[in-house]
Structures are given as C-alpha cells and as structure tokens.
C-alpha cells in the first residue's frame, strides 16, 4: 500500500489550494484518513480528519477556512484550503489506517511522502 500526496504549491495570501491523497495498492478498507503538517523548526501537528462514517475533526487554527472531504470509492482525501496565511505554510503529510484485506485483524498506518505549501505575504 502506498500513499500519495499532491496539490502543494506557491500561493498568495488570501488564495486557495487542494491537497489530494490517494492510497493505491491493496486497500478493502480505511478507518481514519487525516492531514499533518509540519513548519520548520516545529512539531507535526494535526492540519483535518475524517473518520469513515462521516465524522470530521479540525484544528483551531483552520477550522472555518479548510476543509476535508474523502471519497472512499476512490481511496481518497481531500484537503480544500481557502483563505490561506503565510502561518500555514509547512509540508503537508497524510496519514491513513488501512485494512488491507478482509482477512487482515485489523488496520495498518500510512503516511504520504508531504507535498509542500508555501504562502507568501
């Protein structure tokens, strides 16, 4: 199973991208589908997730201006990101818990490689 991430970019403040994650290889199901984040010199931390069934988490200084959205048909997430800061500026990771088959006992971690976002001032 891999994971891929793409959609990171160069923006202005104020302007928009969507990050996309899709996992590929053998997937039967996925529990958790999240994004991370990481600025230089700081921790990761926890961007958006969304767990299958329809619950969404978001962090504090996100939330009204991003959004996640998954499409399990496809082995997806998504991350809408409007109104974007300079602050939010760092590599951008996903994470999913996989359950690669139906005789796997239960689900494994993954995470994409990062794309990174880079919003000017």
């Known amino acids: 199973v891999q994971l891929q991430a793409f959609g990171g970019g160069l923006v202005q403040a104020g302007g928009s991208l969507r990050l996309s994650c899709v996992a590929s290889g053998s997937v039967f199901s996925i529990g958790f589908m999240g994004w991370y984040r990481q600025a230089p010199g700081k921790q990761r931390e926890l961007v958006a997730a969304a767990i299958r069934g329809g619950t969404t988490n978001y962090a504090d200084s996100v939330k009204d201006r991003f959004t996640i959205s998954r499409d399990d048909a496809k082995n997806a997430v998504y991350l809408q990101m409007n109104s974007l800061k300079p602050e939010d500026t760092a590599v951008y990771y996903c994470?999913?818990?996989?359950?690669?088959?139906?005789?796997?006992?239960?689900?494994?971690?993954?995470w994409g490689q990062g794309t990174l976002v880079t919003v000017s001032s």
């Open positions: 994470r999913a818990e996989i359950r690669r088959s139906v005789r796997s006992l239960g689900e494994e971690n993954y």
